[in-house]
């Protein structure tokens, strides 16, 4: 079987440990010959570069790693680049959720203001390393689930409309396995339908390859736990904001019963309930800080330290098996049925054509093709259509400089109350976003 050579672009995220140990536990089913990690911080990513050395010659001597910061080094004769940047880092993601907060406004990663923030910045960040990959290896396919994954995945569309990029998320990926499990099957058996946009969806249709539906027996269950299950193979989120979350998909289903939801849609329906439960000085950014951060860079300094990765505190991410299944798929042609972030050209039938949708897309050689999901009905389409519009307005804003048309993003945006709040939250923004953001006038 072929040999992959494959860049790992953001090679100093929290999630590239156990990236590549899932790799490495799926080298039969997707070979790897080169191994490179890409970073703009050298000095945070030669923490897990070191470490990662060090388990790669004792765990697959085969593998030629390295890690780098020069584009040119990382980006030529690749085959594959995953991409998982955060622009800003955690630093830059305490500020997107602490000032929204601040303004009595919901403060999270990628919904909202915090989101509409995070994008202004990712988008920079991300044309950077397509412009690389298209450079050194005009072959390659980059697999990106960097975040805001809407906003990136909108400003690749009007950006780089020729590029090799696939935008994916894990969410419908995670909850799948937590459906699977609530009704005792493997997500592997189960086939679903789906519509909406990046954190902003339902699932129509949840069946075994045998075509019987599961959809009321979830529902019954979440009606009553939301997608909070008993057995839990998912320990990185289970802290006490993941479990609320989980817990929340009940009251989501109570408003619309008709679909199951995605849980991030209680940033949206919700927002009061998400201000009052959260805390202006300690927000998700600093749990993660507190939590995977320092879990992760520790074990990598352990194995430094101790010169081997031997019963280090490196677990392998199965769940992001998918970016495997996602990279054979275009490797070998495989036409796996996964859920991508693609421009809606009549798969959802009454929804814009240039909206950048998430849908059930068969993958092989040349990309994702999307399956028609039909109609949707009012409620759903009305929301999606003012996100959706939040989400373009951000990328215009971007580059056209515009003050206006940001702050235009931000009222519209259902999470933010009025124009005056809007505004509020976006000086406190640019000011924090300095450096980050193109200047706006
Ligand atoms: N779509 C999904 O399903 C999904 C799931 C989990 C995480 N994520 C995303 O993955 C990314 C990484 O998350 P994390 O929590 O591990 O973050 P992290 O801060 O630990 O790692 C991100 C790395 O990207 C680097 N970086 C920033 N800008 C860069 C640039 N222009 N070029 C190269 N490297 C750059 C940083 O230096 C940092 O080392 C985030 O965008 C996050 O939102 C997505
Ligand atoms: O707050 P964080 O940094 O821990 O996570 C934010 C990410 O959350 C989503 O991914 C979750 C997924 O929903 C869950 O089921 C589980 O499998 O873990 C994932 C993160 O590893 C979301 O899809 C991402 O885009 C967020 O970055
Ligand atoms: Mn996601």
Redesign the pocket.
């Known amino acids: 079987m072929k040999k992959f050579s494959i860049v790992i672009?953001?090679?100093?995220?929290?999630?590239?440990p156990g990236i590549v140990m899932m790799m490495l536990d799926n080298i039969d089913r997707f070979p790897i010959r080169t191994l490179k990690l890409?970073?703009?911080?050298g000095e945070?990513?030669a923490i897990l570069g070191e470490a990662l050395e060090i388990l790669l010659k004792e765990q697959a001597p085969d593998i030629d790693f390295s890690y780098t910061t020069d584009p040119e080094t990382a980006f030529t004769d690749v085959d594959f680049c995953m991409a998982?940047?955060?622009?800003?880092?955690?630093a830059m993601?305490e500020q997107d959720e602490k000032i929204p907060l601040n303004h009595g406004v919901v403060g999270q990663?990628?919904c909202g203001p915090g989101g509409i923030a995070?994008g202004m910045r990712?988008i920079?960040?991300?044309m950077?390393?397509i412009d690389y990959m298209e450079k050194y290896s005009p072959d390659c396919w980059m697999l990106?689930?960097?975040?805001?994954?809407a906003i990136v995945a909108e400003a690749c569309r009007v950006m780089r409309p020729n590029a090799k990029v696939l935008n994916?998320?894990?969410?419908p990926?995670g909850t799948l396995r937590r459906m699977s499990q609530i009704i005792d099957k493997e997500p592997k058996d189960l086939e679903v339908r789906y519509f909406g946009l990046?954190h902003f969806g339902w699932w129509t249709s949840v069946k075994d390859k045998e075509g019987h539906e599961y959809l009321p027996q979830i529902r019954e269950y979440v009606a009553e736990n939301g997608y909070l299950t008993k057995v839990e193979v998912d320990t990185q989120h289970m802290d006490q904001s993941w479990q609320e979350t989980h817990k929340k998909a009940k009251d989501l289903l109570a408003v619309n019963p008709r679909y199951l939801p995605n849980t991030y849609l209680k940033y949206y329906l919700f927002p009061d309930y998400e201000v009052n439960h959260s805390s202006c000085t300690y927000s998700r950014a600093n749990e993660?800080m507190d939590g995977?951060?320092k879990t992760?860079f520790t074990a990598a300094k352990k194995i430094v330290e101790k010169g081997t990765a031997e019963n280090s505190g490196f677990t392998i991410d199965s769940h992001a098996s998918f970016i495997v299944d996602l990279a054979r798929a275009i490797a070998f042609n495989t036409h796996e049925r996964m859920l991508m972030i693609v421009e809606n050209n009549g798969a959802i039938a009454n929804f814009d054509d240039d909206a950048m949708v998430e849908v059930p897309c068969i993958v092989g050689s040349d990309g994702p093709e999307p399956l028609a999901q039909g109609k949707i009905p009012a409620f759903e389409k009305a929301l999606m259509h003012q996100q959706v519009t939040v989400e373009k307005l951000v990328v215009e804003a971007y580059i056209t400089g515009s003050y206006q048309t940001l702050w235009q993003a931000l009222t519209l945006s259902k999470i933010i109350p009025s124009a005056e709040v809007a505004k509020n939250v976006l000086d406190d923004l640019i000011v924090a976003n300095k450096g980050f953001w193109p200047e706006l006038s």
């Open positions: 672009a953001g090679g100093g995220s929290t999630f590239t890409y970073d703009n911080d945070r990513q998982h940047i955060r622009v800003g880092k955690y993601r990663e990628t995070y990712s920079g960040g991300m950077e390393i990106n689930y960097s975040n805001p994954a994916i998320c894990d969410m990926v990046n993660v995977r951060e992760v």
